[in-house]
């Protein structure tokens, strides 16, 4: 039979072993980029009150830069995108043209 001790310390491996679970699961909430940034600001901010961490002016500022430059990378994304679009369609456009010299060339 276990004693007081031995009962704590396993009860303590316990609560460890699923407080690392616990922030695993955090850990991918954050990382995931599939996840709502609504989602990961809430959960980032979470953990700073449970860290009891001031989130300073410049803390908060730091937050808003990050955001505004993933915004700008995500519209530089966006005009990569429709340029390439634009040049498959044209070059789409193109194709029937190559056929008309073909069958130019079989006359």
């Not at 310390?9 to 679970?21: E, G, M, N, P, T």
């Not at 616990?22 to 901010?45: G, H, K």
């Amino acid at each position: 039979m276990l004693n007081q001790y031995q009962t704590d310390s396993v009860c303590h491996q316990r609560v460890q072993h699923l407080a690392a679970i616990a922030l695993d699961v955090v850990e991918a909430l954050l990382t995931d980029t599939e996840t709502p940034i609504n989602v990961r600001l809430n959960a980032a901010f979470r953990i700073f009150e449970l860290c009891n961490a001031d989130i300073s002016r410049d803390m908060g500022q730091a937050i808003i830069q990050g955001i505004e430059r993933n915004a700008r990378d995500i519209e530089k994304n966006a005009g990569g995108l429709s340029g390439l679009e634009t040049l498959l369609k044209s070059n789409l456009e193109k194709e029937p043209a190559f056929d008309k010299i073909d069958d130019f060339n079989k006359i």
